[in-house]
């Protein structure tokens, strides 16, 4: 995914690392102090995240097809379409509206 971002993004050959989980972990434990210093609550559980975010996540093919009724779509198309309007959104970020 991040390979059609960066195509996109006119950065074809940008590197793309992975960092080790213990890394991942250790950067969660700094902002979750951090947090905690400034009695701020994330909404996320800092210390679960690297667990969830690291995990080779698969969902079967049957069961999207059959049980949610998905059907095929040109992912790769609809990544393009995404990131083509971000960056139409921050090319023109002066015009955005911000509501609240």
């Known amino acids: 995914m991040l390979k059609i971002f960066h195509a996109q993004m006119k950065m074809p050959n940008r590197k793309i690392i992975t960092l080790p989980k213990w890394f991942y972990k250790l950067v969660m434990l700094s902002y979750q102090r951090k947090y905690n210093k400034n009695n701020i609550q994330s909404g996320l559980n800092l210390k679960a995240l690297p667990e969830i975010m690291t995990r080779k996540a698969y969902i079967d093919n049957h069961y999207v097809k059959n049980v949610l009724k998905v059907q095929p779509d040109d ?8 990131v083509k309007l971000s ?14």
């Open 75 to 82: 992912i790769e198309q609809a990544i393009k379409d995404s």
């Open 87 to 100: 960056l139409e959104i921050i090319d023109n970020y002066d015009r955005i509206v911000e509501i609240k």
